[in-house]
Nanobody, 123 residues
Framework: QVQLVESGGGLVQAGGSLRLSCEASQRTFSIRAMGWFRQAPGKEREFVAAIWLFSSTTSYSDSVKGRFTISRDNAKNTLYLQMNSLQPDDTAVYYC????????????????WGQGTQVTVSS
């Protein structure tokens, strides 16, 4: 069973940056992709970004493309999300997730989830 632990959330002013980290408890070779999702109050959990663990292939939602960068360090079993030019609409709980299926933007394709880390962007 893979456990995912996010860190790096916090309060930042609009235009600022944060880097989220997600550490996996173990390297499981069944995991093929990892991603970030977010959920704002009263809204559905939505896809943010994902990365294929065996190459540099990535996918981003239109709302974060050009501002956020997903990356991973396989040796450290750690996933990152660099968030720049943050806006109040980016305020949400951010979740790390792992998929045995492959690179996907769909929540249902992710089998493992972290507990989330709060990101708050003030205007």
């Amino acid at each position: 069973q893979v456990q995912l632990v996010e860190s790096g959330g916090g309060l930042v002013q609009a235009g600022g940056s944060l880097r989220l980290s997600c550490e996996a408890s173990q390297r499981t070779f069944s995991i093929r992709a990892m991603g970030w999702f977010r959920q704002a109050p009263g809204k559905e959990r939505e896809f943010v970004a994902a990365i294929w663990l065996f190459s540099s292939t990535t996918s981003y939602s239109d709302s974060v493309k050009g501002r956020f960068t997903i990356s991973r360090d396989n040796a450290k079993n750690t996933l990152y999300l660099q968030m720049n030019s943050l806006q109040p609409d980016d305020t949400a709980v951010y979740y790390c997730a792992a998929s045995t299926s492959g690179l996907s933007t769909s929540r249902g394709d992710y089998q493992y989830w972290g507990q989330g880390t709060q990101v708050t962007v003030s205007s």
